[in-house]
């Protein structure tokens, strides 16, 4: 049982997009300790002012959870009795708020909604008896926010310390309807290994959420650099000095380098929203914008990284009209792009087999509730070749396929 307003050490866990948990640990390995990746987060320990800085430095993390509880049960009574056994009333008064929100993957407890209110009603009932009044649940804007993680019997109880997901930046008035959160889009820069002194590209940026977070990470700027608020500026004994020598200390890491960023889309609203959003946070000085068709791609510099996350199916579009899409980002890839190395994010496996280039890497993410790839491509002189040799192997096989003879395939291997 840790009381998180009187232990010097507290063990917390940074939650992320799935497939993102090696970026998430390595991104905020220099600003705390015991530091493991776990299944959708990372765990690390540290004090509050760590607290404090994984929050405002954070690219990819979208919770950062202090643990309050840990035990085992597989019933609803032993979960009454052993949350109802904390000393909430050391730290939760009859007049502050809190919320809770539990996930359940378990076959004793099914109904996470039933969980919630096992859990409430343990916490209420202990502060009553304590002080004879209870606290308030609000779920908008509590002052204390908890998450129940229940795996099979093993009950995990977390005070959220971030409010909303990090990745609510604060630079995003409009979005395209299809758009990537900030915190996986920064996930899959640090993952394309991004150096902030190439140039970066992005041929199909919608809301402009790549580009933007490129310029945040070539700037050195702190993901949490423009958001408003984190719950634990509402906590007990919050330590406002504490915090602005933490982000006064970041904002000396700035930096003012010349950075080659652009972004582009064939659709002029996407391009406007793109431009306002980067006018929010008064980085669009430091990204070229312009309105372009994907076919008339050509980087400006080579050495890049084009990064981009075509439509696929799953919102936007229809899969049949996506197929030539997916075939002439193939081919202007192998004609264009040459000595870049392109990353290409989506979630339809058949839509990117028709890029018809072989991929060197292939990263599983998750988009929300989506399977996604990250499918990275080194556009090289001679991979025409091999893309040749791949469309003769393909054709071959089908023919084999058609006549049954599949006795030849050693033979044409
Ligand atoms: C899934 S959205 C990208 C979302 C973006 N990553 C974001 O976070 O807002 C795909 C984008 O590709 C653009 N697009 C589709 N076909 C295109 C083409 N032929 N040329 C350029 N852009 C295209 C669409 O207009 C759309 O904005």
Not at 55 to 72: D, H, I, P, Q
Not at 111 to 139: G, H, M, Y
Request: glycine share 8%; charged share 25%; proline share 4%.
């Amino acid at each position: 049982m840790i009381n998180p307003f009187t232990s010097s050490t507290l063990e917390c866990y940074l939650t992320c997009p799935r497939g993102l948990e090696e970026v998430t640990a390595k991104d905020i390995s220099p600003h705390c300790k015991n530091v493991k990746t776990g299944s959708g987060g990372v765990s690390f320990t540290g004090d509050l002012q760590t607290l404090y800085t994984v929050n405002l430095y954070s690219r990819t993390g979208m919770f950062a959870l202090v643990k309050l509880l840990e035990f085992s049960a597989d019933n609803e009574k032993d979960l009454y009795y052993q949350i109802a056994d904390y000393p909430w009333y050391e730290w939760i008064n009859h007049d502050d708020t809190f919320s809770i929100r539990s996930r359940v993957f378990s076959k004793h407890f099914t109904d996470s909604n039933f969980v919630t209110l096992k859990v409430k009603d343990a916490i209420v009932d202990r502060i009553r008896q304590k002080t004879k009044r209870r606290p308030d649940v609000d779920k908008d804007n509590p002052r204390y926010s908890l998450f129940v993680f229940i795996h099979e019997d093993k009950v995990s109880v977390f005070l959220n310390s971030s409010g909303s997901s990090l990745s609510k930046r604060g630079y995003r008035q409009k979005i395209h309807k299809a758009a990537i959160n900030e915190a996986l889009g920064a996930g899959l820069i640090l993952l394309s290994g991004w150096e902030p002194s190439q140039p970066f590209y992005d041929p199909m940026c919608g809301s402009g959420t790549l580009p933007i977070e490129a310029a945040m990470i070539g700037r050195n700027i702190p993901g949490g650099n423009y958001r408003k608020s984190y719950t634990f500026k509402g906590w007990k004994d919050f330590d406002p000095r504490l915090w602005n020598s933490v982000v006064r200390e970041s904002r000396e890491k700035i930096r003012n380098d010349k950075l080659h960023i652009f972004g582009s889309d064939n659709m002029g609203a996407n391009v406007d929203m793109a431009k306002r959003n980067a006018r929010q946070i008064l980085i669009h000085t430091h990204i070229k914008f312009a309105k372009k068709e994907f076919e008339d791609f050509t980087p400006e510099f080579s050495g890049g990284t084009i990064l981009m996350n075509p439509p696929y199916g799953e919102r936007i579009g229809e899969e049949k009209e996506l197929e030539s899409l997916y075939q002439l980002i193939g081919s202007v890839l192998k004609q264009n792009c040459v000595n870049n190395d392109a990353f290409i994010f989506s979630g339809n496996k058949e839509l990117t087999n028709l890029i018809g280039l072989k991929s060197q890497r292939n990263y599983v993410l998750k988009n929300g509730k989506i399977d996604c790839r990250l499918l990275h491509y080194p556009i090289r002189e001679g991979n025409y070749v091999g893309y040749l040799l791949y469309i003769f192997k393909s054709a071959i096989n089908e023919i084999i396929i058609t006549h049954n003879t599949r006795i030849i395939v050693g033979v044409w291997y």
